[in-house]
Every structure is written in C-alpha cells, then in structure tokens.
C-alpha cells in the first residue's frame, strides 16, 4: 500500500462497519452532524476493502492517497464502507493503516436482513447489471456475496485476529429505531470523542424498502451521468434536497415503484441450517446476545 497517514495521523480513525440494511446510512447521516468527525465523502469510499459493493471485487492494492481525499476536515475520520467487514483482507490493510482503529458494526436478525438486501438489490436491478439472477431469494441465497453479510463468525474472527473486541462497538439495528439518543451517545464514546446533542428528529429514515425504488431506463442513463460528475460537487448540490427531504431519484421518469415481497417462515426454514451455528458462534466469539434471534427458528 502506498503512503498510511497524512502529516502526523493515520489516514483514517475509525468505520461504521454494519452490513447492509442494517440502517447504517442513517446513523451515518446523524453523525455527519457532530463537527468533531469527519465522515467520508462519499459514505461509502470502498477504498480500502476488496469488496466494492454487493457483486464488485477488486484484490489490487488500495490507494491510499486517493482514501485520503475522501475526508476533508480535521476530525475523527470514519469510513462508512460497510462491506469492508466481510472483505478477508480487510483487517490485515486497516491494522497497517491504524492498528488503534475504533470500529462499530451494526447487526440485523439475519435472515430478515438477507432478505431486505435481496429485495434492495432486485427492485434496483444491480444483479443483471453485474450479469446474476437474484429472480429468486432461493437462487441469491445460494450465491455467497449474500451469505458473505448475512453470516458474521467468519468475518468476525478475522477481525479478532487483528483488533481487540473492545474495538468494536456492536449494535443491534432494532435498538437505533427504539432509542437513538442512546445508541448515538454510544457511538461518540466509543469514537473517544466528547457528547454531542444529535437533532436525530431532522434526519429522516434512509434507504429504506418503503422509500427505495427501481430504476427506469430512462433513471439509469440519468444516474450514469450524475457518476461522471466529481463528488465534491455532488455533494453541494444533494445537501439542499437532502435537508428538505427531496431525492430526484423519486421522480416518475427515473424510478417506479418494486415489486412487493413479504417474509415468511419459508424463508427462515430454508436459512437455518446455516445461519443458526453463525449466531451461536458469533455470540460465543463475541458477547453479543442473539438468543432473541435464534427464538425466530424454533
């Protein structure tokens, strides 16, 4: 890897982990309102990692001058890539980076977690643009990138090997939705930074299946354009719309509506064999209780 820190810092602090669907874009959204860090631009570098995405993989080495231009304040830097957890050569490059990083890894119960990522990717098409068929949840259980978010031990364990586990902050999804304020101060001191008072109420839920949509044709075009614009200047013209709670992806020539998907305990019975021993491993290696979870299977 090329140059690790910039001036006399590390390149990076700390990350937002989390899989996806495990509503760590709004914690990232709420964060980026504490002036005392700074939060990567975009949420989502996928710099360091392999795993670029639920289908990218790219095993070349990282660049790390380009990693960090994505922070531009003098804060704590966090890195909001949440497929870096998964990613197995992940630890090893963040350790060489900062071996004193703080991480905080956001969890969903897994099957219901799965499944939202599944229909997340189908409703946006990501699947047939990276030329797989996710038709079926059965089919996309079967195709290990969704297993690589849905099942912790594994990547946990390498972690483990690297880090401490009082590196880690693991949270429950469930408990930023029933108490935010304390999830939120949580989150701060473990970041070793001083309380902050979130407006947690202006942020409004994000990306989720409610407010999520497909592409058009007509939106993919539209959204090929917008990647071609540099991100600082992205950034400027969203933060406006996002404050009025405005995405011009919603409009009707750019998206429509998904399909509609419930979960149902057939979904739970065709998981179980796998995703049961990953909870009991994972609580075991951990501390984290996912009795509560493991109760759903029975």
């Known amino acids: ?69 994505v922070f531009s304040g003098s804060g704590f830097r966090v890195d909001g890539s949440v497929h870096t957890f998964s990613c197995p050569l992940s630890p090893s490059r963040v350790y060489a980076v900062n071996p004193k990083a703080r991480f905080v890894i956001c969890l969903r119960e897994p099957v219901g977690r799965a499944f939202s990522h599944w229909k997340m990717v189908r409703d946006g098409r990501a699947d047939r643009r990276n030329g797989v068929d996710w038709s079926d949840f059965e089919i996309a259980w079967g195709d290990q990138r969704l297993k690589d978010d849905s099942m912790w031990s594994d990547s946990m364990s390498r972690w483990l090997e690297k880090f401490k586990i009082e590196s880690f902050l693991l949270i429950d999804s469930e408990r930023m939705r029933g108490k935010p304020e304390e999830v939120l101060g949580e989150v701060t001191s473990h970041f070793g930074l001083p309380r902050y008072d979130y407006d947690f ?51 009707p020539l750019i998206s429509k509506r998904g399909e509609s998907s419930t979960l149902t305990e057939e979904y739970y019975r065709m998981c179980a064999k796998e995703v049961v021993p990953d909870m009991e491993k994972f609580e075991a290696i951990t501390g984290f209780h996912t009795q509560h979870w493991l109760d759903l299977f029975r």
């Open 1 to 69: 890897m090329s140059k690790a820190n910039v001036g006399d810092r590390a390149v990076v602090d700390g990350f937002l982990l989390g899989m996806p669907k495990c509503g760590t874009t709004w914690l990232a959204n709420i964060l980026a309102q504490n002036s005392s860090i700074d939060f990567s631009d975009p949420k989502e570098p996928n710099i360091i990692a392999s795993h670029r995405g639920t289908f990218g993989r790219d095993a070349g080495e990282p660049d790390l001058e380009a990693y960090g231009k």
């Open 201 to 251: 109420k202006a942020t409004r839920e994000a990306n989720t299946s409610r407010s999520r949509r497909g592409m058009t044709h007509l939106g993919s075009v539209f959204r090929e354009v917008v990647r071609l614009i540099p991100q600082s200047i992205r950034g400027s013209l969203a933060r406006p719309l996002q404050k009025r709670s405005l995405n011009i992806y919603d409009l």
